[in-house]
């Protein structure tokens, strides 16, 4: 009996990814501690601002995955439309840093303060490894097959 899996090893792979930027989406992107360290604080994940950009970056993974032969690595349209979106995963999650990073110098020497989150880390490197993988620099070995047990 022969093991067929229903999606291209590569693109399994691409989804894997996609949500691993997906839970780097849930986590904080910034938290922002209260004055001197005492007093309330809060984060905010990737669900707002330029978040949206890696959020649409992870759709477009998603449905170029999904979309035509599954059995088949992505053809030249869908490498495409996949390598831009997880370029858009980058350039989203970039931008944010940027953004949190700049508030964060302006907060200054206040006590308190704007950091960058574990979430806007995670969603830049997903989003690089998915690029790697699709223009094909980072390659997948071949699965071993398997013999038949009597």
């Known amino acids: 009996m022969e093991n067929k899996t229903s999606i291209h090893q590569k693109k399994m792979f691409a989804l894997i990814i996609g949500g691993a930027a997906l839970l780097g989406m ?22 707002g601002g330029w978040g949206f950009l890696s959020l649409l970056g992870i759709v477009g993974v998603v449905v170029a995955s999904l ?31 940027m953004q949190v990073s700049s508030a964060g110098s ?14 806007i ?16 620099i980072i390659k997948i070995p071949p699965k071993k097959p398997t013999t038949p047990s009597k």
């Open 26 to 47: 849930i986590l904080p992107w910034a938290t922002v501690s209260g004055y001197g360290g005492f007093g309330g604080g809060s984060s905010s994940n990737g669900f």
């Open 67 to 97: 979309l035509g032969d599954k059995l088949q690595d992505y053809d030249k349209n869908m490498k495409i439309v996949a390598m831009s979106s997880f370029g858009a995963i980058i350039l989203g999650a970039f931008i944010g840093m």
């Open 106 to 119: 302006r907060m200054g020497g206040f006590g308190g303060g704007i950091k960058t989150g574990i979430g």
């Open 121 to 136: 880390f995670l969603t830049i490197l997903a989003g690089a490894a998915g690029l790697l993988l699709v223009a094909g």
